[in-house]
């Protein structure tokens, strides 16, 4: 029986991840961004947010049901999915 050690030293298992620190994923570094840029582009992003939400809904309305059977799915209208969208965002 062989251990992990063992293993690691025979190049079978690689060395343990050094994990560092998780909040480190979520430090922006604010001197990088262009903010002109992103105020000037503020309303498109802004419009994109809310239209692909639109857009999400009317595929999946289209698709869905040719995918799933009528049984699985049930029945369901584009009001209804706007609002639980609304409710999980």
Known sequence: ??????????GWLYAPADYG????LY???????????????LP???VAVFIIAVINN???LALTPS?????????SSFDF???VQGRAH
């Open 1 to 10: 029986g062989a251990s992990m050690d063992a293993a690691r030293g025979s």
């Open 21 to 24: 620190d998780l909040l480190a």
């Open 27 to 41: 430090k922006l570094d604010t001197s990088q961004i262009y903010w002109s840029a992103v105020g000037q582009n």
């Open 44 to 46: 498109s992003m802004m």
């Open 58 to 60: 009317a595929c999946q």
């Open 67 to 75: 995918v799933l059977p009528m049984e699985a799915m049930g029945k």
């Open 81 to 83: 999915e706007m609002l």
